[in-house]
Nanobody, 115 residues
Framework: QVQLVESGGGLVQPGGSLRLSCAASGSIFPISVMGWYRQAPGKQRELVATATPGGKINYADSVKGRFIISRDNAKNTVYLQMNSLKPEDTAVYYC?????????WGQGTQVTVSS
């Protein structure tokens, strides 16, 4: 079983920055696809960014140029650097690990962008 623990959420003003972290237990992190998703109130969960073990990275159009996903396989940790935050980025952000046919989710961390 894999456990994912997110941290780094909080309240930030528009234009500010936050960095989310997600630490994974177990040994499959280096061979897993890691991703960040988010869910705003009344909306469906949506993909924010993913990073494959081989280094391929994908971003949602809404965050391109503002967010950066990175992974540290030695620490079993994936990060999401969020810059130039907008009120519409307000959501619960979830870490995701995909390996073979299995998918694991973290508990989520709240990000609120407001003045």
């Amino acid at each position: 079983q894999v456990q994912l623990v997110e941290s780094g959420g909080g309240l930030v003003q528009p234009g500010g920055s936050l960095r989310l972290s997600c630490a994974a237990s177990g040994s499959i992190f280096p061979i897993s696809v890691m991703g960040w998703y988010r869910q705003a109130p009344g909306k469906q969960r949506e993909l924010v960014a993913t990073a494959t073990p081989g280094g391929k990275i994908n971003y949602a159009d809404s965050v391109k140029g503002r967010f950066i996903i990175s992974r540290d396989n030695a620490k079993n940790t994936v990060y999401l650097q969020m810059n130039s935050l907008k009120p519409e980025d307000t959501a619960v952000y979830y870490c995701n690990l995909g390996w073979a046919t299995r998918t694991f989710w973290g508990q989520g961390t709240q990000v609120t962008v407001s003045s």
